[in-house]
């Protein structure tokens, strides 16, 4: 069958992928296949959050013919953006929860299964259930684990203890309700990860709710942070608003002033810092991160805990055929957010859908934005906008930008309408 697909010009492609736009219907790729199999080719996506979802959206709007298959065991998706606000007691589980439906109604095969291991050599995948399937290329959106073997006296149960609240649902209720059951004038106390992390600017935002909270029902409690890095993302905007609108509640001591963590003692709720012993009454303790489970098993990590990829494709650079997006990819300075994850996305569905043509890869331009509330109705952010240069995504030059410091309280109100708009926005592009 003839490939139309060649009709579209390298920068018309570039444009659809970076606007995530869909090829039009005309235009679509028919009959194509890396591996010689029947069919236009299957496309199997690990991973229904925001990188994952918005690849097998995008794969199949790119080439309806390709047989698109989502592999997510829950049937219901809890985002990270926003949980902080749910945190801060003024939005709902409900308002982050998002499901599959769309997806459905737009070809995609949806399997809510869990993966027990990928063959990158015979390209097949087994389920939990036994069952197996085979791929021409593979997507994979794992997101992030966590490094429980830095720090004494944590482990993996820690986290029914002092939650983490780095995967939303079970984890944003269980540190939610901890809090709101602190005692008057009682100390919160978070261990902020060292990079890289999911959402760097999350933990700051996080504690910008967790004043929010104390402030109106706990206004003599104290917020320490114990940072395992010496600076973070916006921190001059988050200290600004911090001290506006907070006063003196929040202390943040960075790792060379003390903030380095040596141990925990879960049961007493104790921390032991270069800062000193903390008995706090809530311990956030957020562990050091490396690439989701499935990354790991499959052998697609490196030293570093993360995967390296060819910057251009997001194809693994250990297996073929194996596309790495999302926060557990090794993606220049692009950071692990939502934002990047769909921007991602958009660009390796584009790359495998030219692939599986026989044709040479695009160079899409990748964005982010990072919007964070300090309250409800102020709010900061940071855009930056990525191209694909000498084999590696490098930062524009002079794109993007930060909130200005000093902005007067209607600027910040705005921002927080924008915040709210970015996130439904988003939400919609991944799981509408």
Same mark, same amino acid.
């Given at each position: 069958?003839?490939?139309?697909?060649?009709?579209?010009?390298?920068?018309? /492609?570039?444009?659809?992928?970076?606007?995530?736009?869909?090829?039009?219907?005309?235009?679509a790729?028919t009959?194509?296949?890396?591996?010689?199999?029947k069919g236009?080719?299957?496309?199997?996506?690990?991973g229904?959050?925001?990188?994952?979802?918005?690849?097998?959206?995008?794969?199949?709007?790119?080439?309806?013919?390709?047989?698109?298959?989502?592999?997510? =065991?829950?049937?219901?998706?809890?985002?990270?953006?926003?949980?902080?606000?749910?945190?801060?007691?003024?939005?709902? /589980?409900?308002?982050?929860t998002?499901?599959?439906?769309a997806?459905?109604?737009?070809?995609?095969?949806?399997?809510?299964?869990?993966?027990?291991?990928?063959?990158?050599?015979?390209?097949?995948?087994?389920?939990?259930?036994?069952?197996t399937?085979?791929?021409?290329? *593979?997507v994979?959106?794992?997101?992030?684990d966590?490094?429980?073997d830095?720090?004494?006296?944590?482990?993996?149960?820690?986290?029914?203890?002092?939650?983490?609240?780095?995967?939303?649902?079970?984890?944003?209720?269980?540190?939610?309700d901890?809090?709101?059951?602190m005692?008057?004038g009682?100390?919160?106390?978070?261990?902020a990860?060292?990079?890289p992390?999911r959402? =760097?600017?999350?933990?700051?935002?996080?504690v910008?709710?967790?004043?929010h909270?104390?402030?109106?029902?706990?206004p003599?409690?104290?917020?320490?942070i114990?940072?395992?890095?010496?600076?973070?993302?916006?921190?001059?905007?988050?200290?600004?608003?911090?001290?506006?609108? %907070?006063?003196?509640?929040?202390?943040?001591?960075?790792?060379?002033?003390?903030?380095?963590?040596?141990s925990?003692?879960?049961?007493?709720?104790?921390?032991?810092?270069?800062?000193?012993?903390?008995?706090?009454?809530?311990?956030?303790?957020?562990?050091?991160?490396?690439?989701?489970?499935?990354?790991?098993?499959?052998?697609?990590t490196?030293?570093?805990? %993360?995967?390296p990829?060819?910057?251009?494709?997001?194809?693994?650079?250990i297996?073929?055929?194996?596309?790495?997006?999302?926060?557990?990819c090794?993606?220049?300075? /692009?950071p692990?957010?939502?934002?990047?994850?769909?921007?991602?996305?958009?660009?390796?569905?584009?790359?495998?859908? *030219?692939?599986?043509?026989?044709?040479?890869?695009?160079?899409?331009k990748?964005?982010?934005?990072?919007?964070s509330?300090?309250?409800?109705d102020?709010?900061?952010?940071?855009?930056?906008i990525?191209?694909?240069?000498d084999?590696?995504i490098v930062s524009?030059?002079?794109?993007g930008?930060?909130?200005?410091?000093?902005?007067? =309280?209607?600027?910040?109100?705005?921002?927080?309408?924008?915040t709210?708009?970015?996130?439904?926005?988003?939400?919609?592009?991944?799981?509408?």
């Amino acid at each position: 069958m003839k490939n139309v697909f060649s009709k579209l010009t390298r920068r018309q /492609m570039i444009q659809l992928a970076a606007a995530g736009i869909a090829a039009p219907a005309a235009l679509a790729l028919t009959g194509c296949s890396t591996t010689g199999r029947k069919g236009a080719g299957n496309v199997v996506v690990i991973g229904g959050g925001f990188g994952g979802s918005a690849a097998a959206k995008y794969l199949k709007r790119y080439n309806p013919e390709l047989n698109v298959t989502l592999i997510e =065991p829950n049937k219901e998706y809890i985002t990270c953006p926003g949980s902080n606000w749910v945190i801060g007691g003024f939005h709902e /589980m409900k308002q982050i929860t998002h499901n599959y439906n769309a997806a459905k109604k737009n070809g995609i095969n949806v399997m809510h299964e869990t993966v027990a291991s990928v063959d990158p050599d015979k390209q097949v995948i087994k389920l939990a259930s036994g069952k197996t399937m085979a791929y021409d290329k *593979l997507v994979v959106s794992p997101g992030i684990d966590f490094k429980w073997d830095v720090h004494a006296g944590v482990d993996e149960n820690t986290e029914k203890f002092l939650p983490h609240a780095y995967k939303a649902g079970d984890q944003t209720l269980l540190l939610r309700d901890q809090l709101q059951s602190m005692r008057q004038g009682g100390t919160f106390a978070m261990v902020a990860p060292p990079n890289p992390f999911r959402c =760097p600017p999350g933990p700051y935002e996080r504690v910008g709710m967790v004043a929010h909270y104390l402030k109106q029902n706990n206004p003599t409690a104290k917020i320490l942070i114990l940072d395992q890095k010496n600076a973070f993302s916006k921190q001059g905007l988050f200290v600004e608003g911090w001290e506006l609108n %907070y006063g003196q509640m929040i202390e943040h001591v960075k790792l060379d002033d003390g903030g380095k963590l040596r141990s925990i003692d879960v049961k007493n709720k104790t921390i032991d810092a270069d800062y000193g012993k903390v008995k706090a009454d809530v311990i956030n303790y957020i562990p050091p991160q490396k690439a989701g489970k499935l990354a790991v098993a499959t052998g697609l990590t490196n030293e570093s805990g %993360y995967c390296p990829i060819n910057q251009q494709t997001f194809e693994s650079t250990i297996h073929k055929n194996i596309h790495v997006i999302g926060d557990a990819c090794i993606a220049g300075p /692009m950071p692990k957010s939502g934002h990047s994850a769909t921007s991602q996305a958009r660009s390796c569905a584009a790359n495998i859908v *030219l692939a599986m043509a026989g044709q040479e890869p695009i160079s899409a331009k990748n964005v982010n934005t990072c919007y964070s509330l300090v309250t409800p109705d102020y709010a900061i952010s940071v855009a930056a906008i990525y191209d694909f240069q000498d084999g590696k995504i490098v930062s524009v030059p002079g794109s993007g930008g930060v909130s200005p410091m000093g902005a007067a =309280p209607d600027v910040r109100k705005m921002e927080a309408i924008y915040t709210q708009g970015w996130y439904n926005s988003i939400a919609d592009e991944v799981w509408g």
